[in-house]
């Protein structure tokens, strides 16, 4: 059965997944990730600074040997909103290609969304119905509106918890006027959003990557009435459940991201959920939750730890088994997209005889 790695160089952390192929589905063997920060210096002048390629070679370097010791079939790499906007993203792409010997695919920010939605519908079942996923990561934030688990719509946006911290908020704790042109920057691109989405009907929302999990987690440090639902936990009286466990209301969202601002990194470290490497960033992404909340009239998010890998995973999968699920899916999703294009230009399907011709193929 093949094996496959997914690795995702993203602006604040990098991330390896493995999965072999049992039975036309995939089991994860093995899972790492590091903060390599590689957007940090991007979002303030333009460049990957030395250190930050330094150091995310030194955490490929390490997903390298995982990749062997489990002999891996085939390994996909790609690069998000940093590699995007950095000047010299080949030269860090030589870098990776001398290390490892692996290529570095930079993807769009809607691609980036089209496979974190590959990801979470192959594997949550209530992503089927009509379902927003919100992806902010270090550098920018995918909004997506799915129904029956095919897109509808989605809009990238630049508002990853990263490039907010070194753009907007260069004080701890952040000034009145830091904020002020945060939340400023952030209802502009809130308002496009909106403009391409709309606010959708939808009955889930579910959000991924850090900021969503410390959000989730840290809501459990609010009163009781701030959080929806609390899903029973196993384990010792007391323990504090993870956040796959929680789904999170706007307004306990609001709070936080409120607290927040007030608080310094120590402060922020110290809230459960947050810890010291997220606290130093932690701050915008939680604003564009709450607002973004807000401005769509959602209630809350749902947390769910799938993500990119997964989607990247789960395409490697329908490419090599034509009897995996997932590659039904991604095949019916490709021709709902030739009968969308052919009813926008005027094709006649019946005389056009798409199936014979192979365009479902």
């Given at each position: ?226 959080v929806i639902e609390r899903a029973p936990t196993k384990g010792k ?97 490709r021709w709902h997209g030739v009968q969308e294009l052919c009813r ?18």
């Open positions: 059965m093949p094996t496959f790695a997914a690795i995702d160089i993203g602006s604040n952390s990098c991330r390896l997944a493995i999965a072999s192929v049992q039975q036309h589905r995939l089991k994860t063997l093995y899972e790492d990730r590091e903060v390599t920060r590689l957007g940090e210096s991007v979002f303030e002048t333009g460049v990957i600074s030395p250190e930050a390629m330094a150091n995310t070679i030194k955490a490929l370097k390490r997903f390298h040997k995982a990749a062997q010791v489990h002999v891996a079939d085939r390994v996909r790499v790609v690069a998000t909103s940093a590699m995007r906007d950095a000047r010299n993203s080949e030269a860090f792409r030589a870098w990776v290609k001398s290390a490892t010997g692996w290529n570095v695919e930079v993807i769009s920010g809607l691609e980036e969304g089209r496979l974190i939605h590959l990801g979470v519908v192959t594997h949550e079942p209530g992503a089927r119905g009509k379902c927003l996923m919100i992806d902010l990561g270090g550098g920018s934030c995918e909004v997506t509106f799915s129904d029956h688990g095919r897109i509808q719509n989605m809009v990238s946006l630049p508002l990853g918890a990263v490039r907010l911290q070194q753009e907007f908020l260069h004080n701890d704790p952040p000034t009145k006027d830091d904020v002020a042109r945060l939340r400023k920057f952030i209802d502009r691109e809130l308002r496009r959003a909106e403009r391409k989405l709309g606010r959708p009907r939808v009955g889930l929302v579910i959000a991924t990557s850090g900021t969503a999990a410390a959000l989730a987690e840290a809501s459990h440090a609010l009163p009781a009435e701030d009286r007391g323990r504090v459940p993870g956040p796959a466990a929680l789904t999170t209301n706007s307004a306990a969202v609001r709070r936080i991201a409120d607290r927040l601002l007030k608080m310094n990194n120590a402060q922020r470290a110290a809230v459960p959920g947050i810890g010291p490497r997220r606290s130093e960033i932690i701050s915008g992404g939680a604003q564009v939750y709450a607002a973004l909340l807000e401005r769509m009239g959602l209630r809350g998010f749902r947390y769910s730890r799938l993500g990119l890998r997964d989607g990247m995973l789960a395409q490697m999968l329908a490419e090599t088994d034509t009897r995996a699920s997932v590659h039904r899916t991604m095949e019916a999703e926008h230009y005027g094709v006649d399907l019946k005389k056009a005889d798409l199936r014979s011709t192979g365009a479902r193929a």
